[in-house]
């Protein structure tokens, strides 16, 4: 799996969006992004993935640059149950193992 | 069940102890996986199987097994706990773990305490 970098920290006001940046600058041609996000003391909840276009679903929204090699989760009215641990993950679609690194804590305040 | 159960929500256990983790899930996924999550050290894979019937060793297998006799069920066994595998253990589930999709569902967790 290629190596992903995101900040350790973000802070976003409720109901503004909330853009958490993603470098995978080595991610190879078969790999996919996904986003996952981890509420404290709950079980990891998938969000998103994409390949080279960009992608919505009803959480979010998800922009790969062309070059593919750094992307944007977008939330687009953050709340305040969007506080969380976001990771974003670079893996083959036969990958069987998800590995975290250290993710994003996106803090959202009042 | 709506998705994905996991019993017992916490455990305190003595060392050199039997334990058996379960899990339930009710959405006819084939793959469904074993993960344990260390402070610091993030979401390690312990075992996965992508069908009934099959297992598969993640990264870190050692002092745990694995059964998948149905679709449903995948119960991790701890044969004799050590304080080393006080951890949060998290189980999960995707439709396939050969496609593109690799979206995997996850429980609730069960926190596991070996005194």
């Known amino acids: 799996d290629a190596k992903t970098t995101q900040p350790p920290s973000m802070d976003c006001a409720e109901g503004r969006a909330a853009n958490l940046p993603c470098n995978h600058s080595t991610i190879s041609g078969n790999e996919y992004v996904y986003w996952y996000r981890q509420i404290h003391s709950q079980g990891p909840q998938y969000i998103i993935h994409?390949?080279?276009n960009n992608e919505t679903n009803e959480m979010a929204s998800l922009i790969i640059t062309e070059d593919r090699k750094s992307s944007t989760l977008i939330l687009p009215h953050a709340t305040l149950r969007d506080t969380a641990v976001y990771y974003c993950?670079?893996?083959?679609?036969?990958?069987?193992?998800?590995?975290f690194g250290s993710g994003t804590q996106l803090t959202v305040l009042p | 069940i709506a998705g994905i159960t996991q019993a017992p929500t916490s455990q305190i256990l003595a060392a050199g102890r039997r334990m058996t983790l379960r899990c339930t899930q009710d959405?006819?996924?084939?793959?469904m996986y074993w993960y344990r999550q260390d402070l610091g050290l993030g979401l390690r894979l312990i075992h996965y199987s992508n069908t009934a019937g099959t297992t598969g060793k993640g990264e870190v297998p050692d002092g745990y097994s694995v059964s998948r006799a149905n679709t449903d069920d995948f119960p991790l066994t701890l044969a004799s706990a050590v304080p080393s595998q006080t951890s949060v253990y998290f189980c999960?589930?995707?439709?396939?773990?050969?496609?593109?999709?690799?979206?995997?569902?996850f429980g609730p967790g069960t926190r596991l305490t070996v005194l």
């Open positions: 994409g390949l080279k």
């Open positions: 999960a589930s995707s439709e396939s773990s050969e496609s593109s999709y690799n979206e995997q569902f």
């Open positions: 993950i670079a893996l083959s679609g036969s990958a069987r193992q998800l590995t």
């Open positions: 959405m006819r996924h084939n793959a």
